[in-house]
């Protein structure tokens, strides 16, 4: 059965940094790219990064690039969102999730990841 685990979410203040990590198992996780998503109060869940299955290609919303860097060790099963400058508006859930294809499609959207963690939550406040 597919299962994604995420963890190292927690309170920072402004301008700090946290890693994120997404653990798989139950498929063949090297064959499919990985999606973050976070969800904040009262909004729309929203596409953060991508990554595609080899690791080669690399989306990131505009709001997080330059300061969200996304990785994955597929010996591992794990994928990172490396979160850096962080803002009090990065507040929210954050998803991993496996997308149908391989590769990333131009925009990180909920409606192409079929398999979805269960969420961890990060606070940025001072």
């Known amino acids: 059965q597919l299962q994604l685990v995420e963890s190292g979410g927690g309170l920072v203040q402004p301008g700090g940094s946290l890693r994120l990590s997404c653990a798989a198992s139950g498929f063949t996780w090297n064959y499919y790219a990985i999606g973050w998503f976070r969800q904040a109060p009262g909004k729309e869940r929203e596409g953060v990064s991508c990554i595609s299955s080899t690791g080669g290609s690399t989306k990131y919303a505009d709001s997080v690039k330059g300061r969200f860097t996304i990785s994955r060790d597929n010996a591992k099963n794990t994928m990172y969102l490396q979160m850096n400058s962080l803002k009090p508006e990065d507040t929210a859930i954050y998803y991993c999730?496996?997308?149908?294809?391989?590769?990333?499609?131009?925009?990180?959207?909920?409606?192409?990841?079929?398999?979805w963690g269960q969420g961890t939550r990060v606070t940025v406040s001072s």
């Open positions: 999730a496996a997308a149908d294809t391989p590769y990333c499609r131009s925009r990180v959207e909920a409606a192409d990841y079929s398999s």
